[in-house]
């Protein structure tokens, strides 16, 4: 498991390693392409958490089942509320970002 983490983080965390065109044999493998979608997921998600107003983001631990964190966030002006569920290792490498750390402390 620890390497799929490695590779989801290095997907994450470095913007060269998600070129179409530099990687194009990943996508021959179902794995690694399920990978990608979820180093997709993973970056969306982080771009919304940082764009949401003081206060949006609920964070439960463990409140699906354990090893999984519940991520509740709302978006006033819009009058909708949207909800993820992560793995905690899918998780902690949003936490990496110090910017998603400060905006779920900010509750």
């Not at 992560?86 to 900010?106: F, I, M, T, Y």
Request: hydrophobic share 45%; glycine share 4%; with cysteine.
């Amino acid at each position: 498991m620890t390497d799929l983490l490695a590779a989801l983080s290095v997907l994450v965390h470095d913007p060269t390693a998600r070129s179409r065109n530099r990687h194009f044999d990943e996508f021959q493998d179902p794995g690694r392409r399920h990978l990608r979608r979820l180093a997709a997921f993973l970056i969306r998600l982080r771009e919304e958490i940082l764009s949401l107003p003081p206060g949006a983001i609920e964070v439960v631990h463990g409140s699906f089942a354990r090893g999984t964190v519940r991520l509740r966030y709302r978006r006033p002006s819009l009058r909708i509320a949207r909800t993820a569920f992560l793995s905690d290792g899918e998780w902690a490498l949003l936490c990496e970002d110090p910017a998603v750390v400060a905006k779920c402390r900010s509750l």
